[in-house]
């Protein structure tokens, strides 16, 4: 029966050797199952090992005594292996909450855990045993000895505990062991080899470690036999069981055995409670886990927020004891206790406790400060190396107390504002007040701080943002396009509800030209942008940063100069104008002006006030804001500075003049707003040519039945394609100048005035003729003396079939166009010089309207004076 207890058994038959098959089996000697109860490996054990543990079994189950083995019992052969993974139980990293844990979620609204039953996650791992016994090590049947002899007679003995408790070594009477501590044998070992062996001395050591088999039962996840060495303790016990469930207790386990019973906490083990806990086994004895008893939860502010378990039996336990479990508060004082427990008719009920109070099973408390709120705290933020926290002294901090290191300021911080955030204590409003950074830090005014106060200091870059194009869009009431930013979104808005109120900002007329994120001071303080547009004063004008500059009232103009970098050397200190805005906002106050003279630069006298605007005019200067440049065939060719009304010819001395391979005839002078006039030009001629195209397919439409019908769609499509082509088309700017020194000295109203950003391309005087369009062979020929137009268009093959010779143009290389002359009742045109170009167009028979045919020849002209004039700059820049 005892066998067959064991899973996996069964008997094993054999047939003798030479027995037929047929003949009666013979019953073999049973074999040990591969796994103990429970699923454990049974470690691989010799031959002879499992024939003497099977008789043990046998004889127990019989009631009769064991006989006592021929030798000892040999150990096994290799360590226990470990578990298979599917006999050992894990709890997952997100195990699913139990009954008790879902019962305090639903009361709290919080997810806790049973406390200490993560003790037994990792599995069992079992382990050898290393290192020296303790000499209070209770020795047992099967236990191995190593004695060792030294001196007269040197040996090294391996025994092991037999059956009957004894040991017998060489030459000595049995000595019983079981039983008995190590100190105890080893001193009576010691004694008899004194007495038997003189001069010997004798050491004693543990070799193998016996087996045990502890039952553990109850709520475990594995219980059944438990296969343990002699020095496991209870821990080892259960966790070999696969842990304690949750719904098993932690602090009523009891231990029955031959020795008696006993009752063990395991708080005292894992949560260091009072108490010892004997977690010693013996072979024999049983553990048994009974369910889950009372318990209570803590939440909140405590170091360990968990469900704990109340000692055995008791119905409840202190608050005091119920926070030393948890860990203590995270709080040293100032704490509240809000418990949550039920009353007599089974509803939810609210209580405030005091450490000493009782907290009953079923209870959770909810562990709170009393007013979770800062105080007594300074903070400095904005332009810093990194924000900073104060605690605001007893007697009061002051401003240049907190600002003590300059360190602590990061390079070029705003020196004419910087903002203390305070909160109004009655009314709990919070505003801004604004200090002088460069009067705290020069040991001037000192300002005193109060309790929750915020130091904000402001960056020059900080600064420059308000005259960025996001704020003057803001100002104009425009949505911002920078969702991150919200205090652009709040001045959008009460730009657009009070418009007047920022119109001493909004008349800066700042260019529109980047777009620079959203400082990291105003994403953090929104309202800080608008407080500082009503506190700024605009500069404008010859200054080296012009801009809007916050100050206080009362400010010197000198101090608004130094933040913007001073005036600039073309400055005219004569006539400096302060634009002031009335006190009293009334609508027949008007807008006060003042021209100053300061070319005392006694600018401190000057003392500005919020809202001011200050604009430092430009002196009167012969020079150009800008240079032109003079590229091809000039002797020193280059970019040079003009001043008001210098002319061509005076630009070409400074130059040296032209060289000997000149061609001032082809001189290509280009200047930016005439090329803005062609372009506009060109888009306005586009568009002609589009109402065009709808008269004439209007026209072809309504004679459509009179003669062959017109392929409208073509017509439109050809004439949208050249519209297309005129507005991508690229605008020289050229204008028809004469650069011949000669012609320019002796004819002086010819010499054009520069204007800053004018090109004069001087090219080498060429030896080629081009024609393009309705011809042949169309490309360049070479320059014949005395040709005409007709002549080109003869050598290049001739007109093609559909060429409009009537209309033939030449490009001059000046610039100008005139007819060729080709037609059949002209004399053939003026002989054309080198460089020229001839342009044959088409016939625009398919365009059967006299405006239509004069747009189209206008379009080709333009089109074609700007690509030759590309084509010059183009070469002569290369």
Known sequence: MALALLPG???????PAGSPASGAPALLPPSLPSTLPGGLPLPQLPGGAQQEILQRILDAAGGRAPPLPPGPL??????MPAAPPHATLQAA??????HTEAFFAERLGLALRQFGYDSFRAGPSPSPVVGALPDDYTIGRDDELVLALRGRTRATLTLRVLRDGTVLPPDLPPVPAAGRTLRELRAELEARVARDLPGTELYLSIGQVRQIAVFVGGEVQRPGMQALTALSTVLDALQQAGGVRKTGSLRAIRVDGPHGSRVLDLYTVIAGEPGEANLRLREGERILVPALGGVVAVAGEVTRPAIYELPAGARGVSLDTLLRLAGEPLRPAGNRFLVQGTDSAGRRSFTELRPADQVRRGDSVLVQPGADVVA??????GHVTAPVTRAAGRGGTSLRGLLSDPRLLRPDPYARMGVILRLDQATRVRAFVPFDLAVVMGRGANPALQEGDEVVVLGNADIAFLASPPVQRALRGEAPADAACPALTQLAISARSAPARFAHARGAGFPDIGAPACPQVFQDYPPLLAWLLDTAVLLTGEVKQPGLFPIQDDTGLDQLLAA???VTDGADLTAVELAREPTEQAGAIPLSRTLLDLRSRNFRAVRLSPRDVVRVPRGFSDRETGPVTLAGEAVRPGVYDIRRGERLSELLARAGGLTPQAYAYGAVFTRESVRLRQQDGFQRTARDLETSLIQVAAGQANAGGLGRAPDLGGLVTAGQALAA????????????????PVVLAARPELDVLLEPGDLIVIPKRPNEVTVVGAVLNAGSLQFQSGWRA??????AGGTQRFADPGRTFVVLPNGQSAPAGISGWQAGG???PPGSLVVVPQDPSPFETRGLIRDLTAILSQVTISSAALAVISRELR
């Open 376 to 381: 007594n705290q300074l903070r400095l933020a």
């Open 93 to 98: 990293p997100m195990d699913p909450p139990s």
């Open 830 to 832: 003026p002989p054309v």
């Open 564 to 566: 913007a970098g001073g």
């Open 790 to 795: 007709s002549d080109y268009v003869r050598a």
């Open 74 to 79: 040999p150990g096994p052969a290799a360590p």
């Open 9 to 15: 058994w069964k008997p094993v038959v054999a047939q």
């Open 725 to 740: 082509s005129l507005r991508q088309a690229q605008a020289a700017g050229r204008m028809v100048v004469e650069a011949n």
